[in-house]
C-alpha cells in the first residue's frame, strides 16, 4: 500500500515562503514522476507542478512559473514544494500524487496520470 504525507504547510503572509515535503512509502519512489496539486474552496483540483522519476524534468503550471520550484530526494523518499513569493491566490490545500506509470519519461499535469494521493496540507496566505 503506498502512502503519501504531506506537512510544511501554514499561515504566511504575502510575499513570503513555504516549503512543502511529501514522504513517500509502500512501493520504489524512484521509479515513479511526483507531482503537486492544489484545491481551493469552490474550485476543482488544479496541477501545480511535476517532476519525473530521476528528477532531470519539472514541469509547472503558468500561474507558479518562476515562483515555486519542485524538487525530490530519492535517497529520502521525499518530494518537496519551494514556494516564493506567496500571493493569496496560493491559498488552498495542497496534494502530492505519485505518477501511474513507472519510469515514464515525460511528467504529466492530469489527474488520472496518478494514481496515489497524500491527504493534503493546508497553506493559507494573508494579504
Known amino acids: 500500500q503506498v502512502q503519501l504525507v504531506e506537512s510544511g504547510g501554514g499561515l504566511v503572509q504575502a510575499g513570503g515562503s513555504l516549503r512543502l515535503s511529501c514522504a513517500a512509502s509502500g512501493r520504489t519512489f524512484s521509479y515513479y514522476a511526483m507531482g503537486w496539486f492544489r484545491q481551493a474552496p469552490g474550485k476543482e483540483r488544479a496541477f501545480v507542478a511535476a517532476i519525473s522519476w530521476n528528477g532531470d524534468k519539472t514541469y509547472y503550471a503558468d500561474s507558479v512559473k518562476g515562483r515555486f520550484t519542485i524538487s525530490r530526494d530519492n535517497a529520502k523518499n521525499t518530494v518537496y514544494l519551494q514556494m516564493n513569493s506567496l500571493k493569496p491566490e496560493d491559498t488552498a490545500v495542497y496534494y502530492c500524487?505519485?505518477?501511474?506509470?513507472?519510469?515514464?519519461?515525460?511528467?504529466?499535469?492530469?489527474?488520472?496520470?496518478?494514481?496515489?494521493w497524500g491527504q493534503g496540507t493546508q497553506v493559507t496566505v494573508s494579504s
Open positions: 500524487a505519485a505518477d501511474r506509470f513507472r519510469l515514464r519519461t515525460v511528467v504529466g499535469a492530469g489527474l488520472d496520470e496518478y494514481d496515489y
